[in-house]
């Protein structure tokens, strides 16, 4: 996001051969990228060369057994092997493919929708990121409040 620059816009469109949805575009862009790495790192990718690496890689050896579609855009993971991805050419929705459960995008693209935008999507993660900071907050006062002979949790 904040580390991308109109450079890696055009690597990414040349390397690829497509053009990015206006919505990632202005999203990568603008914003910059969280304090959290997990979410630079996975959820949606911020480095142009990870996202045409991970995209060839899809393209070439295909997702799970199945063929990955050159006008799909992976734009992010979620570290297990399932992806984030958008449909170049038909809509602007973030899609999640499953490769455990869940519809197949090969079956059920539909199903498959994850948020409706990229930006969506990004309030998303940082959503979850905010509740695991709350969750480790409040275990680490439970365990400062234990007396010395109460366990630990």
Not at 36 to 58: K, P, S
Not at 93 to 105: I, K, L, N, Q, T
């Amino acid at each position: 996001m904040g580390s991308m620059n109109d450079n890696d816009i055009k690597l990414i469109e040349a390397s690829l051969k497509i053009s990015l949805p206006t919505s990632y575009k202005t999203l990568i862009l603008n914003h910059p990228c969280p304090d959290n790495q997990d979410i630079c790192n996975h959820g949606l990718f911020n480095d142009a060369q990870h996202l045409i690496d991970e995209n060839i890689n899809h393209r070439t050896n295909g997702w799970f057994d199945m063929d990955w579609p050159d006008n799909f855009l992976l734009i992010g993971d979620d570290g297990c092997g399932d992806t984030y991805f958008m449909v170049l050419g038909k809509d602007e929705h973030v899609y999640f493919a499953d490769h455990e459960c869940g519809p197949s995008y090969q079956d059920d693209l539909d199903g498959c929708l994850s948020h409706e935008t990229v930006t969506d999507h990004l309030e998303n993660l940082l959503e979850i990121e905010r509740e695991l900071d709350r969750e480790e907050k409040e275990l680490a006062e439970r365990r400062a409040n234990k007396k010395w002979w109460q366990f630990w949790i």
